[in-house]
């Protein structure tokens, strides 16, 4: 029989935080960013030809790296997503998953869902239009809430320690 939960397609967008903080060394071998590239790339390499993926990196901005598409050839989506490189400034969460919430509104795949990588040391714009620090306003947490009542889910990997400053919020 057919498990029509596995046979449904996914939209997945990837946000990677692009800020200068994650060329910081992790261990004797890796920057931060690396680290952050594989993990998209495994993901990637978890989809299915019919799922769709998209990859954007973030600072201050947006960039898509990857517009959304179907998953032809991962091959090819790893490689890209394996050169981005942390260029400075840092990652506005919020610009970022909205975003990314912004490009799953034009999708019609019954499974939506968002992963973010971060630096666990240095995330920005927990609220919406505050740079540093916390505010009123639309949380990121809020925005994720909202999406998630609509189908969107979201997965948050802090790149870091348990000890970083930034580790409880993307908790």
Same mark, same amino acid.
């Given at each position: 029989?057919? $498990?029509?939960?596995?046979? =449904?397609?996914?939209?997945?967008?990837?946000?990677? &935080?692009?800020? +200068?903080? *994650? /060329?910081?060394?992790?261990?004797?071998?890796?920057?931060?960013?690396?680290?952050? $590239?594989?993990?998209?790339? =495994?993901?990637?390499?978890?989809?299915?030809?019919? &799922?769709?993926? +998209?990859? *954007? /990196?973030?600072?201050?901005?947006?960039?898509?790296?990857?517009?959304?598409?179907?998953?032809?050839?991962?091959? =090819?989506?790893?490689?890209?997503?394996?050169?981005?490189?942390?260029? +400075?400034?840092?990652?506005?969460?919020?610009?970022?998953?909205?975003?990314?919430?912004?490009?799953?509104?034009?999708t019609?795949?019954?499974?939506?869902?968002?992963?973010?990588?971060?630096?666990?040391?240095?995330?920005?714009?927990?609220?919406?239009?505050?740079?540093?620090?916390?505010?009123?306003?639309?949380?990121?947490?809020?925005?994720?809430?909202?999406?998630?009542?609509?189908?969107?889910?979201?997965?948050?990997?802090?790149?870091?320690?348990?000890?970083?400053?930034?580790?409880?919020?993307l908790?």
């Amino acid at each position: 029989p057919i $498990d029509p939960e596995i046979q =449904a397609g996914a939209t997945i967008i990837i946000i990677l &935080d692009r800020s +200068g903080s *994650m /060329s910081a060394m992790v261990g004797w071998s890796k920057t931060k960013m690396e680290l952050a $590239d594989e993990g998209a790339a =495994a993901s990637i390499n978890l989809l299915r030809p019919f &799922d769709n993926v +998209g990859v *954007m /990196s973030v600072t201050e901005t947006v960039r898509w790296e990857i517009n959304t598409q179907p998953v032809r050839d991962p091959s =090819a989506l790893k490689r890209k997503v394996m050169r981005i490189r942390a260029d +400075g400034g840092g990652i506005f969460v919020y610009t970022g998953l909205e975003g990314a919430y912004e490009a799953m509104r034009k999708t019609n795949t019954p499974l939506k869902h968002v992963i973010l990588f971060s630096d666990a040391a240095d995330s920005e714009e927990k609220v919406k239009g505050i740079p540093f620090g916390t505010g009123s306003g639309t949380s990121a947490q809020d925005l994720a809430r909202k999406y998630q009542v609509a189908g969107v889910t979201t997965s948050v990997i802090g790149i870091g320690t348990d000890d970083d400053v930034d580790t409880p919020f993307l908790k």
